[in-house]
């Protein structure tokens, strides 16, 4: 039996090395060989234990990686087959159950959005639930996406933000060529949110951040598509938009981490008429500024975002394989099974340096 090398998250702060059993690939399973796994805001909080998790698990939710061995019903059904470079999404499908069949299978009634990627426990078998490890189990109801060629495997990994940036900027508030837009909040899925609705055709694009510690990130923003970038502890988001373009937005999305004054100011940001999603989770507390009866008033659409689907990350692949857009020049900041704690801490906030933009896991 082979083994594989990974970090189990056992408590908060306790990342330790394991060697787990790799099972024998079955009729409808796969074993992929993990190269890169991007790291987001939820890895830092499940490795500091801001995100209550039930430990112990393998983290890691946003793999890339090679079929190393599949059984003859999952090549089939995926349509891939050993040496195929593929995307692992986080939620699993049944396929089958009523919310599956729509399509809206975050909320599949076999799995859910407890029984993700990067989420299960070490003790359910095989273990090899998530991508802080050299290789990953791919269940049956595993969503899978083929990586285009040439994609660099690192690079791929913003599959995985850019398909948020493209639901939650696009798909789901209706962007249309022409429209201007607001992102409020400069982290990676904020930044692949301005990819997304440039990529869309929007007309302006305004990015915003808070203080000297998004200075860089709002430069990024700009080598990305946005047209104007706005730090929101010096100016007003809303007065910004309207000093640039003379209007309010079109539709503005809230992807700010801890920000709790940002739903008021998405409120005052959008035009009467328009859409805010509020996207992700931020571990924002209350709604300081927010006048509710604005959102009558104005009539806006206000649309909750939680999950991405198949659709946006396939399209995400795509734009990425386009080359069109500078991926490759992120501050990115690349770590092994052996540093990644390092890393992890310097995302929370913790380092002597600033955090980079595009954390990833080679293991
Ligand atoms: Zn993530
Ligand atoms: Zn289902």
């Not at 190393?68 to 195929?84: F, M, Q």
């Not at 729509?102 to 959005?113: A, D, K, L, T, W």
């Not at 299960?120 to 078998?125: C, S």
């Not at 092994?336 to 890393?343: A, D, V």
């Amino acid at each position: 039996m082979t083994i594989a090398k990974a970090l189990v998250l056992e408590g908060p702060r306790r990342l330790v090395p394991r060697s787990l059993s790799i099972p024998a690939v079955g009729e409808d399973t796969a074993l992929l060989r993990i190269e890169a796994c991007g790291l987001c805001g939820t890895d830092h909080e499940q490795f500091t234990g801001a995100m209550g998790s039930g430990f112990a698990f393998v983290p890691g939710h946003e793999a890339v990686g090679i079929i190393e061995e599949i059984g003859p019903v999952a090549e089939s059904r995926w349509g891939v087959t050993i040496g195929d470079r593929v995307a692992v999404e986080v939620f699993q499908s049944c396929r089958e159950c009523e919310h599956c069949r729509q399509g809206e299978y975050r909320r599949c009634q076999v799995h859910g959005i407890g029984d993700m990627y990067g989420f299960i426990p070490v003790g359910k078998e095989p273990g090899l639930w998530g991508g802080y490890s050299t290789h990953l189990f791919l269940s049956r109801d595993a969503m899978l996406h083929r990586v285009p060629d040439g994609v660099d495997p690192v690079l791929a990994t913003l599959f995985n933000p850019l398909g948020a940036g493209i639901r939650w900027g696009c798909t789901l508030p209706g962007t249309a060529r022409g429209d201007v837009v607001a992102i409020f909040g400069p982290g990676i899925r904020g930044l692949c949110s301005v990819v997304a609705v440039h990529q869309a055709g929007a007309s302006f694009v305004m990015v915003t951040g808070y203080g000297p510690g998004d200075a860089g990130r709002l430069e990024v923003a700009r080598t990305l598509g946005a047209d104007l970038a706005v730090d929101v502890a010096e100016e007003d988001p809303a007065a910004a938009l309207a000093g640039a373009t003379g209007r309010l937005a079109d539709v503005v999305v809230n992807v700010t981490a801890k920000a709790p004054s940002a739903f008021g100011q998405a409120i005052q940001t959008v035009r009467p008429g328009g859409t805010v999603v509020m996207a992700g989770t931020s571990g924002a507390v209350g709604t300081p500024g927010l006048v509710p009866d604005m959102i009558a008033f104005k009539e806006v659409r206000v649309l909750g975002a939680l999950g991405v689907d198949a659709p946006a990350y396939a399209e995400a692949l795509r734009v990425i394989a386009s080359g069109r857009y500078p991926f490759g020049d992120l501050p990115r900041r690349i770590a092994t099974l052996e540093t990644l704690e390092q890393l992890l801490t310097n995302m929370a906030g913790e380092g002597s340096v600033p955090p980079p933009v595009h954390g990833v896991l080679v293991p």
